[in-house]
């Protein structure tokens, strides 16, 4: 197998709270609100977070993959500690050819259902997320796959259009890498959620028992799981859903849950961090926020009434002047995010600060009068209307707060007028393709360990943000980056990339995060699920 060039650097040293888990030291008792169950039962887990498709073509979001990574087969995975890709229903995986990347399935695989799991599965799986290509979906991280072909039962052979992709093992771990069954999911359409649970296209740790969309989700032991994570170490668990983060602070504190997965306020977690029944742990994480930029709608975008390149531009250099990362880090998040001046975070290899110098007063802080200036120089009237969007459920419950001090930053000086409104998430996923939104919120987790994970999706032609940015030197050099095997050659590319899209502006980075976890003593593997792999396991979980 093809070792990963570059991995995860230092990212504990970042404190942030994009993905939580909060444990409490006493398990679910017979009048627990989850499943009833004493100590040494079901491991029970509290989120906020939403599932939006159990078809791996149509979600991206970090709800819905909590749940694929508990139940779907992957390709190449990793142990829990370490961010490298291994072979997980894989028997091999390595490069071939410098544009062949060929795997070997383990023998006799079975999904839940009985049916073979074979290389025709493989093949089916990534043909239909190219096909599809789903506005939500995560066929964008799939840009470098030319064909998938399966000359026998357990080979498969990936073509790739540009040859030794560092990135590509990396991706076989990701949003895009689940397996799914060919007798079960349909070729070219969605496949509903009861049709998967019904047809058993399961074999990751665990199968679902049960399932109440956004209720709750009853997981059992796959006994046939032949991947590199083991046996699950529970019989079952379960995940119940909350539409209020106070609830979920309250189950955890009364021991009505045993994990809590993301998310709650800063303040609540402060406060968690004084509650003797729970310990706070920091684990490596990487979650980016921004405003996306829609180059069509925005002030003088293309499609405006009013289009001016120039202008548009001006706009987006002038909010980016404005904007005051480490008060919004520290009135809203109470230092539990920290500023972030580039698209990608500190800690990974490349991880420069373009936006720090090139905007506002030099060195991180805002600047009114620079703001004035780029608008009068480029002809702009003021004050300048902004339609801003952002999400009140799926990024956590401070967003309304994150965003009403944007909102007030933005209008200091009396250059922009900001009018904000919210849209809860399974709306808000679908329009903001749509150019509906022309600025809006939007949060990243990574979906591997690596600078490309946060250049390539947004940044690549058709990329997953269709804001219509489109910079061929930019994209140029993303593709040049991924096949770079020199790593100083390739970290000078990717710091290239990020000076460049500074100036550009598409996206406008405010903060970045970590993984924070609060567990207690009745619940062992807690801190495992807070590695650099960025994934939540439930089979790790044990009471």
């Given at each position: 197998m093809a070792k990963k060039k570059f991995g995860f650097n230092a990212v504990l040293a970042v404190a942030g709270v994009s993905?939580?888990?909060?444990?409490?030291?006493?398990?679910?008792?017979?009048?627990?609100?989850?499943?009833?169950?004493?100590?040494?039962?079901?491991?029970?887990?509290?989120?906020?977070?939403?599932?939006?498709?159990?078809?791996?073509?149509f979600s991206y979001d970090n709800g819905s993959f909590m749940v694929m990574n508990q139940i779907y087969p992957f390709l190449l995975n990793s142990a829990p500690g370490s961010a490298d890709p291994k072979p997980d229903i894989a028997e091999s995986a390595e490069f071939t050819s410098p544009t062949e990347y060929t795997v070997k399935l383990k023998a006799g695989l079975k999904w839940a259902?009985?049916?073979?799991?074979?290389?025709?599965?493989?093949?089916?799986?990534?043909?239909?997320?190219?096909?599809?290509?789903?506005?939500?979906?995560?066929?964008?991280?799939?840009?470098?796959?030319?064909?998938?072909?399966?000359?026998?039962?357990?080979?498969?052979?990936?073509?790739?259009?540009?040859?030794?992709?560092?990135?590509?093992?990396q991706v076989l771990t990701s949003p895009v890498g689940p397996i799914v069954d060919d007798t079960v999911f349909s070729p070219d359409k969605a496949t509903e959620d009861d049709a998967i649970i019904a047809g058993k296209s399961f074999a990751g740790q665990f199968t679902i028992d049960s399932y109440k969309k956004n209720e709750l989700i009853s997981f059992k032991k796959n006994p046939d799981y032949k991947g590199m994570l083991g046996a699950a170490k529970s019989d079952a668990a379960t995940v119940k859903y909350y539409a209020n983060s106070n609830n979920l602070k309250l189950d955890v504190q009364q021991?009505?849950?045993?994990?809590?997965?993301?998310?709650?306020?800063?303040?609540?977690?402060?406060?968690?961090?004084?509650?003797?029944?729970?310990?706070?742990?920091?684990?490596?994480?990487?979650?980016?926020?921004?405003?996306?930029?829609n180059f069509n709608t925005m002030p003088f975008g293309a499609t405006s009434a009013t289009p001016d390149a120039a202008k548009s531009l001006a706009v987006?250099?002038?909010?980016?002047?404005?904007?005051?990362?480490?008060?919004?880090?520290?009135?809203?998040?109470?230092?539990?995010?920290?500023?972030?001046?580039?698209?990608?975070?500190?800690?990974?290899?490349g991880a420069i600060e373009p936006m720090k110098e090139a905007y506002g007063n030099g060195s991180g802080g805002p600047d009114a009068d620079k703001a004035k200036k780029t608008l009068a120089d480029a002809g702009v009237t003021t004050p300048v209307t902004l339609d801003l969007q952002y999400n009140p459920d799926h990024y956590g419950p401070s967003s309304a707060d994150e965003y009403a001090l944007v909102k007030s930053q933005l209008e200091a000086g009396g250059l922009f007028k900001v009018n904000l409104q919210s849209t809860e998430w399974v709306t808000y996923q679908k329009e903001r393709v749509k150019d509906t939104y022309p600025l809006y919120q939007l949060g990243w987790f990574p979906d591997y360990s690596d600078a490309d994970n946060y250049l390539s999706p947004?940044?690549?032609?058709?990329?997953?943000?269709?804001?219509?940015?489109?910079?061929?030197?930019?994209q140029a050099k993303i593709e040049e980056q991924r096949s770079t095997t020199d790593p100083a050659a390739r970290t000078?590319?990717?710091?290239?990339?990020q000076t460049a899209v500074a100036k550009d502006i598409s996206t406008l980075p405010l903060l970045q995060g970590a993984q924070v976890a609060v567990s207690g003593k009745n619940v062992s593997g807690v801190k495992t699920t807070l590695d650099a792999s960025f994934k939540f396991r439930l089979g790790v979980l044990s009471k």
């Open positions: 993905v939580l888990a909060l444990t409490a030291c006493t398990g679910p008792t017979g009048g627990g609100t989850a499943t009833g169950g004493t100590t040494g039962g079901p491991v029970v887990v509290g989120t906020t977070d939403k599932v939006t498709f159990l078809d791996p073509a259902n009985g049916t073979d799991l074979d290389s025709k599965d493989v093949k089916f799986t990534f043909d239909r997320q190219v096909k599809i290509n789903d506005a939500n979906g995560p066929a964008t991280l799939l840009g470098n796959l030319d064909s998938v072909t399966a000359p026998d039962a357990t080979t498969v052979v990936f073509k790739l259009k540009t040859p030794n992709d560092q990135t590509f093992a021991g009505n849950i045993d994990v809590a997965w993301r998310s709650m306020t800063a303040t609540d977690i402060e406060s968690l961090k004084k509650d003797d029944k729970v310990q706070v742990d920091i684990g490596p994480g990487g979650e980016l926020r921004y405003i996306v930029f987006r250099q002038a909010a980016a002047d404005l904007v005051d990362r480490e008060a919004i880090a520290s009135q809203v998040y109470k230092g539990t995010y920290l500023p972030a001046y580039s698209w990608v975070p500190q800690g990974f290899t947004f940044f690549s032609s058709n990329n997953f943000l269709k804001n219509h940015y489109d910079n061929k030197d930019v000078k590319l990717i710091e290239d990339i």
